[in-house]
């Protein structure tokens, strides 16, 4: 599905666009005028994290379910504990913020790398020999099933060189292999109350 036909939650209508009219998340950094989609900012993630602000409009997140848009690794580990009918939670940290439900669901269909498995990067990390980041190499396909997941809260940690988030109390799973699967789940979203993040 093209970008511009995926409804758009009003928050991230109000993001700076880059050439090809593709809303800036909250958390991207810019270089020589040009957003570096394949990047976090420290700043501009820790700032996120502290005001507790959606990693992909910037605006206020109230008290509750936050969410994020998971891999095929944690995809397949949320499916199995699931399926085994036990309590999922990763203690591992990711640099990648929670945002509000619509903006993730957005997200999860607009960017093409979230949207598609055999989509791939077209840009490299900073620090590829980061555990963290090591997914984020140039020519890399996300593969496998994605996901938009709810967590009942978050924590965070900010270091000098990042900003490091845990995900707790798992609360909602909608897997997809290709994330236009989400498209009536966006519309939903949009037409319920908080249209406006």
Do not use: K
Not at 11 to 21: I, L, N
Not at 80 to 102: F, I, K, S, W
Not at 113 to 121: G, S
Not at 140 to 157: I, K, M, N, P
Request: hydrophobic letters at 40%; a neutral charge; charged letters at 25%.
């Amino acid at each position: 599905m093209r970008f511009e036909l995926v409804p758009m939650p009003d928050g991230v209508g109000a993001r700076p666009r880059d050439g090809r009219g593709y809303p800036v998340p909250a958390i991207t950094p810019w270089h020589g005028g040009e957003p570096q989609f394949a990047l976090t900012d420290h700043g501009r993630s820790a700032d996120c994290a502290l005001e507790r602000r959606c990693s992909v409009c910037g605006g206020f997140m109230e008290r509750g379910p936050v969410w994020r848009v998971v891999g095929p690794a944690e995809s397949a580990a949320i499916a199995g504990a699931l399926a085994a009918g036990q309590p999922y939670r990763n203690l591992a940290p990711t640099m990648e913020g929670p945002g509000h439900r619509a903006c993730m669901l957005y997200a999860s269909m607009v960017c093409p790398y979230l949207a598609r498995p055999n989509a791939r990067r077209r840009a490299t990390a900073e620090d590829a020999a980061d555990v963290l980041t090591s997914a984020a190499v140039r020519g890399a396909a996300r593969g496998g099933l994605g996901a938009v997941v709810g967590f009942g809260d978050y924590e965070y940690a900010v270091t000098e060189s990042r900003v490091l988030f845990r995900f707790l109390d798992l609360v909602e799973f909608l897997p997809h292999e290709s994330a236009d699967e989400h498209l009536a789940e966006l519309r939903a979203e949009l037409a319920g109350p908080g249209r406006g993040r």
